[in-house]
């Protein structure tokens, strides 16, 4: 990986933040643009206006980021440079960027004066490839309500399977959640048995993840309204989270004689949310009898 490379990537980032979005491959385009090497001057639009301005002036260009998107994109360049044999950099990723052929991409292209096909055939020179070279292989993209992609709506969600989620969402046993713990167990229960009975239906990972993604939604939403009071409070505005306060301290190694006991912690935690689990299982059970299997 050159430095080149890891220099595009990161103004990637940093003009998606400047922006106050997450990144996405049009952010990547910008930061390729911005370097040095035939990619930057492939991207070069002479007297128009420069992608950091056609993309900034735009505001719905990218907006949002896409995070699932970009490291398509990455993987991609990845693939090409190895196939060929070579250190990756910004050319490999300018190629992979247009045949991944984003909207984002392709408008801001289009705004700066940028023909993609010229742009393309300059990258693929660059790397020392035939200009009519085809499509690189993209990896397929991570599931459907993972990452930062978002879950399929509601309306392409497997028939069958929503309907069998949905009887369960209107007889969870929301009386029997007295304490915060009552509620993880149940949230826990509930994604444990939408992976089943997505499992059982032999559903696709975007079928799969997409209805875990609305159910345990769906089930929040129900907990929330039936015990307010057990609800957890988001952390104030600028306040870092527990989690990473507790990164940020300096962590004492244990003694020699002790190591051998690292990572007990977890395993009796995770035995202690394994029993908790099942005891709610237990006292709730007659609640879902009946309940649809497909």
């Known amino acids: 990986m050159s430095s080149s490379y890891l220099e595009a990537v990161r103004r990637g980032f940093r003009f998606a933040g400047d922006l106050g979005c997450g990144c ?116 397929a993209l991570t599931p459907a309500g993972t990452l930062d992609r978002p879950p399929l709506p509601v309306g392409d969600l497997d028939r069958r399977a929503w309907t069998a989620l949905q009887w369960r969402q209107d007889h969870l046993p929301l009386s029997r959640v007295r304490r915060r713990s009552d509620w993880d167990a149940l949230s826990h229960l509930e994604q444990k048995a939408a992976w089943r009975l997505t499992t059982r239906r032999s559903l696709d990972d975007d079928q799969r993840y997409s209805l875990i993604w609305h159910h345990a939604a769906q089930v929040e939403q129900r907990l929330a309204s039936a015990r307010p009071d057990l609800s957890r409070p988001r952390p104030a505005p600028g306040r870092p989270p527990a989690a990473l306060v507790t990164l940020g301290r300096r962590r004492r190694r244990p003694p020699k004689a002790l190591r051998f006991t690292v990572g007990w912690g977890a395993w009796f935690g995770n035995r202690r949310t394994g029993l908790r689990d099942r005891w709610f299982q237990l006292k709730t059970f007659r609640h879902y009898r009946g309940a649809p299997q497909s």
């Not at 301005?53 to 440079?81: C, E, K, P, W, Y």
Request: no cysteine; proline share 8%; net charge negative.
């Open 24 to 139: 996405g491959p049009v952010h990547f385009l910008v930061g390729i643009a911005e370097g040095h090497g035939a990619a930057a001057a492939a991207l070069d639009p002479g007297t128009g206006p420069s992608l950091r301005a056609v993309v900034t002036a735009a505001g719905n260009i990218g907006a949002g980021g896409a995070g699932f998107l970009h490291m398509q994109a990455q993987d991609g360049a990845r693939s090409l440079a190895q196939a060929r044999g070579q250190d990756l950099a910004p050319e490999h990723l300018l190629i992979a960027l247009l045949d991944q052929g984003t909207p984002d991409v392709l408008q801001a292209l289009r705004r700066a004066g940028l023909d993609p096909v010229a742009v393309r055939q300059a990258a693929l020179a660059a790397i020392g490839a035939a200009a009519a070279e085809p499509l690189i292989p993209l990896p």
